[in-house]
């Protein structure tokens, strides 16, 4: 039984949405450009690269001439060696220089990756590069991990450093008078997985770059930046808006002219589990599900743990994606389990890979997976990235991995080293999940979601002027790198005391006695609550202080391993927990929200409405927890707390529509708030389609009677200070978002709502009230209103 079959024969019918197939193709190679050190062609033919492909060769053109670069190609199409061709022949060419002044200004060359296990697995591709091309390229990786003895090693003779961005600010630009020799010779800085970076921690790596870029111009550098991205929405201008110069500066290769293995695609729903209509029949009873209703199916997390057990069973090498390291843990016991019934002997040769694991247990995973000692492997998107994993068979995503860039790069994964690749799609109960399953067609298609940063955003950039300003004084001409046009925002951090001012220049203000670099917070997650066990004092886990309030607020049932612990007090550090003897009890914090709109920055009349974007403050506080039973979802009861009142500045984008066509469309007071409510949650769903981020990272309000704009309005608001341009995105994609969050509603065929369209896994409100007719009666006007 081929593997193909295997894995669709233990489908039901109704659990296909579909299936896509991409033929193989052939590459265009291209001649080395004559520029390139004789070393790099021999080398690379040692290693059965003959010659590049036409794209690597426009992309090595472009670097070579020293214009900032992004490569936005397919996985497995050589975005690296794009890059090091050109950078290792200038390490090469630059060898025989003999003077002080040559060895200080010798090529050196930072490579950024968004992990230290990537920067790991980079530096060994590379060192197997530099053993053919050239023993005088010293490449090294340094991190907070490394110890003081490499530090000084890499510092005195390595000319290409991989690091992160937390080095590169926290040591490389604080400490930047122990680096002159990189700084002084730095050529081209390479930012790798750069689709990754989004949201906060995009804006905040923007602002660690273009500071990395301005220490260079200090030392008499003036280095190049080169992006290697998934394919992505507009490559060139988000390079532009990282860098914040213009977007004709950036040279764009996003045509791929790789070949790749040919590849099989199913998108498949979770088994429909039957319902009994009465608790007392016995288990072998089943009935008829109402065909009016969704049935409730299993999840995709199960469902994909039988997929890879399939695929397993009939002798492919597998990987699992999930969405968390928890789902990782539990898809692989799950496929242990299932082989094990099965009598496979494949059954103890399946693992989990996720972060938290040590670099060394990390490594005999990745290479049990190359060398078939591991048969499937689940992994979180820790394997999503550029980590060496080739010539798998399947890849089975246990839900939509949240962007076209991380399907892309999970799908990649199968069928690399030219052999044909499956790819199993599970899709969740929810509304982007199931909305995808519905168009199959479009997901092999260019992506529409933009990446999301803003440089800009008046939260995070102080933090950053005032390290800049440690580093090296600031003067008029450093205003245009934070995208100001004049002094002032330098001045107003004089009168607040974190600057000084003299001799025409601003300085940190040393008197306060505390590292300007500490006010940067570049992944965004703010303080960390830590969860300790009260009887033991073991550490458990930390939550971001974000989060708390919903998570560990105070008789809150939390679950770490599968073993549930309820929280006996919460605090500024921390949370309190001891185990809890009722496993079945699951507890849901109950909030409410307030939206005061502080300014709208655009708006766009509506037929019988308005659209708008603009900075909202956020006031939400958790009353509450809801109680319910985790096998069944019943309803036990609620229970108050008295929680502090939070606010969050943020930015968010809304729309409004009058009571006049609300009463035509017979939305009556006692309908209008459940239908405002349910379109708020389906099209909250749907945004990750059209920006790259998740649905936790955006939250929203809806009521049928703002204060403030005086009508019924739905608000969908950024989660981070300041924003994260997930809601400006929305306002300018607001009708294919819409558009598409009606299609949802449309095709749905539950009757009154399900996690599929309008209940969302977090409302504060225990999705209460709810009107799926409604939402979509509300949709289609306010649709039909922007025409």
């Known amino acids: 039984m081929t593997i193909w079959k295997a894995i669709l024969d233990g489908f039901a019918a109704d659990q296909i949405a579909g299936t896509l197939f991409a033929p193989a193709r052939e590459g265009t190679r291209a001649p080395w450009p004559s520029w390139v050190h004789e070393a790099i062609p021999a080398g690379l033919a040692s290693l059965g690269v003959p010659s590049p492909w036409s794209h690597q060769v426009d992309g090595m053109e472009a670097i070579h001439a020293g214009h900032h670069t992004v490569i936005a190609t397919g996985t497995g199409s050589g975005k690296s060696l794009t890059a090091w061709a050109p950078l290792l022949s200038h390490i090469l060419s630059h060898r025989e220089a003999t003077r002080l002044s040559e060895i200080r200004k010798k090529p050196t060359v930072l490579y950024l990756a968004p992990t230290k296990a990537l920067a790991a697995d980079q530096l060994d591709s590379l060192t197997h590069l530099v053993s053919v091309t050239g023993d005088s390229i010293k490449p090294a990786t340094v991190d907070g991990d490394t110890p003081s003895e490499v530090r000084r090693w890499a510092r005195a003779h390595a000319n290409i450093i991989l690091t992160n961005p937390d080095f590169a600010h926290f040591s490389m630009l604080a400490g930047h008078e122990r680096w002159p020799r990189l700084w002084s010779g730095l050529t081209a800085i390479v930012i790798d997985e750069f689709h990754t970076y989004r949201g906060m921690t995009g804006a905040q790596v923007a602002l660690v770059v273009r500071r990395m870029l301005r220490m260079a111009r200090h030392y008499g550098a003036n280095p190049t930046v080169i992006f290697l991205s998934a394919t992505a929405a507009n ?337 500024a550090e921390r949370a309190i927990v001891e185990p809890y003897r009722d496993e079945e009890i699951r507890t849901f914090a109950v909030a409410e929200t307030a939206v005061e709109i502080a300014e709208t920055k655009h708006e766009v009349p509506l037929r019988d409405g308005v659209l708008a974007f603009g900075d909202v403050l956020v006031a939400s506080r958790v009353t509450g927890y809801d109680t319910r039973r985790s096998r069944d979802g019943l309803y036990l009861g609620r229970s108050p707390l008295e929680m502090p009142l939070r606010e969050l500045p943020t930015q968010a984008c809304w729309w409004t529509i009058s009571d006049v066509r609300c009463a035509e469309l017979k939305l009556t007071p006692d309908i209008l708030p459940g239908a405002l409510h349910g379109l708020e949650h389906a099209a909250i769903g749907l945004l990750p389609l059209f920006a790259t981020c998740d649905r936790w990272d955006i939250g929203g309000l809806s009521t049928a009677l703002h204060v403030q704009t005086g009508s019924p309005t739905i608000i969908i608001h950024d989660a981070s200070p300041g924003g994260s341009g997930c809601a400006e995105r929305g306002f300018h994609a607001a009708r294919p978002w819409l558009e598409a969050t009606v299609s949802r509603l449309e095709s749905c065929p539950c009757r009154d709502g399900c996690p599929s369209c309008i209940q969302s896994p977090k409302c504060g409100n225990g999705n209460s009230p709810l009107s799926k007719v409604g939402a979509l009666i509300l949709g289609r006007a306010i649709v039909s209103g922007m025409s």
């Open 235 to 571: 490559p060139g201008g988000t390079a532009a808006r990282f860098l914040g110069v213009d977007a004709n500066q950036i040279s764009v290769i996003d045509e791929d002219t790789s070949s790749h293995s040919a590849s099989s695609l199913v998108i498949a729903r979770g088994r429909a589990i039957p319902q009994r209509s009465d608790q007392s029949l016995n288990e072998d009873s089943i009935v008829v599900i109402d065909q009016e209703e969704q049935p409730v199916r299993r999840s995709a997390l199960k469902e994909a743990a039988q997929a890879a057990s399939r695929a397993v069973a009939s002798g492919a090498s597998t990987l699992v994606f999930s969405r968390s390291r928890a789902g990782a843990e539990t898809i692989s016991q799950l496929v242990r389990e299932d082989l094990a019934d099965h009598g496979s002997p494949y059954k103890d040769r399946v693992a989990a890979y996720r972060g938290g694991y040590l670099p060394e247990e990390r490594r005999e995973l990745e290479e049990g997976l190359r060398s078939g000692d591991i048969r499937a492997l689940a992994t979180t998107n820790a394997l999503e990235l550029g980590i060496d994993i080739s010539g798998l068979d399947t890849v089975v995503m246990s839900g939509w991995p949240g962007t076209h860039a991380s399907f892309r790069q999970q799908m990649g994964r199968a069928g690399r080293a030219s052999q044909d690749g499956i790819a199993v799609l599970i899709a969740r109960d929810d509304p982007l999940d199931q909305y995808l399953a519905e168009n199959v067609a479009g997901l092999l298609e260019q992506p529409v979601e933009a990446q999301v940063f803003d440089p800009s955003n008046p939260y995070i950039l102080s933090g950053h002027v005032c390290a800049a300003a440690s580093e090296l004084p600031l003067t008029a001409d450093d205003a245009q790198i934070f995208g100001f046009q004049t002094t002032e925002h330098f001045d107003e951090l004089v009168e607040a005391g974190l600057l000084t001012y003299r001799s025409g220049a601003w300085r940190w203000n040393v008197a306060l006695g505390a590292s300007a670099h500490e006010l940067v917070d570049i992944r965004g997650g703010g303080s960390e609550i830590s969860i300790i066990e009260g009887s033991t004092g073991s550490l458990l886990g930390t939550v971001s202080a974000g989060q708390a309030d919903t998570t560990v607020h105070p008789q809150a049932v939390y679950i770490h391993q599968g073993s549930p612990f309820i929280v006996e007090s919460l605090d």
